[in-house]
């Protein structure tokens, strides 16, 4: 099946530091997703990325999709204490999700 | 208001017992799906659904059971033969059976076993 691996496991900010997470396949990928989960909560969909070096922002959230579409970023920009969470990314592929291991984002203030 | 609700929201089990985790939505979807979440661990798929009366196993389904009788509901059982039950459980569903389509996502079960 399908493997996306996410990188890092963990991230400790300062509030108003910035944050990236990255997401990595080694076969080309046809769309990815990324979501939030906040602590004790549900994952909530963010946005989907479909084409090669697409870039959309939320924000203060940017999404980038690579250009041989075989990786993904979220950058945070001045996190803040409500960006705490775990952000996972996901592949749709052969009728089913794939999602990454997550990276938990940490917000001292 | 329209999403998916799951009950219970929290769920304890002797060992040995089967369970029934209901999953429901009203958001006409006709993908459905269920997950499993350890603590600070990944979402694993157990079992998928992507019409009525059809669904296929994920990649840990091993020890659960699914039905998919009516559009709105995937209620999953974990039976006694799941040797480490104790997890969130997720349940979604998607708008599209064969695309790519946002995951919208239920509260959780937390499934603990005594």
């Known amino acids: 099946g399908q493997q996306v691996m996410q990188i890092p496991q963990y991230q400790h900010v300062q509030e108003g530091e910035d944050f990236t997470t990255y997401c990595n396949s080694s076969?080309?990928?046809?769309?990815i997703q990324w979501y939030k989960q906040r602590p004790g909560g549900h994952p909530v969909f963010l946005i989907q990325?479909?084409?090669?070096?697409e870039v959309k922002k939320q924000k203060r959230l940017t999404f980038q999709f690579g250009e041989a579409k075989k990786n993904s970023s979220l950058h945070i920009t001045a996190t803040q204490t409500t960006d705490v969470g775990t952000y996972f990314c996901?592949?749709?592929?052969?009728?089913?999700?794939?999602f990454g291991s997550g990276t938990k984002l940490n917000v001292k203030p | 208001d329209g999403g998916i609700t799951q009950s219970p929201k929290y769920l304890f089990r002797k060992e040995g017992q089967n369970v029934t985790l209901s999953c429901e939505q009203n958001?006409?979807?006709?993908?459905m799906y269920w997950y499993r979440q350890d603590p600070g661990q990944g979402l694993r798929l157990i079992y998928y659904?992507?019409?009525?009366?059809?669904?296929q196993k994920g990649d840990i389904a091993e020890g659960y059971s699914v039905s998919r009788e009516k559009k709105e509901s995937f209620p999953l059982t974990v039976t006694s033969a799941q040797k480490n039950p104790t997890a969130f459980y997720l349940c979604?569903?998607?708008?599209?059976?064969?695309?790519?389509?946002?995951?919208?996502f239920g509260p959780g079960t937390r499934l603990t076993v005594l």
């Open positions: 979604a569903s998607s708008s599209t059976s064969g695309g790519a389509d946002t995951q919208y």
């Open positions: 659904s992507q019409i009525v009366n059809d669904f």
């Open positions: 076969t080309t990928l046809s769309n």
């Open positions: 990325l479909v084409k090669s070096g």
């Open positions: 958001l006409n979807h006709d993908a």
């Open positions: 996901a592949v749709y592929n052969f009728n089913k999700f794939y």
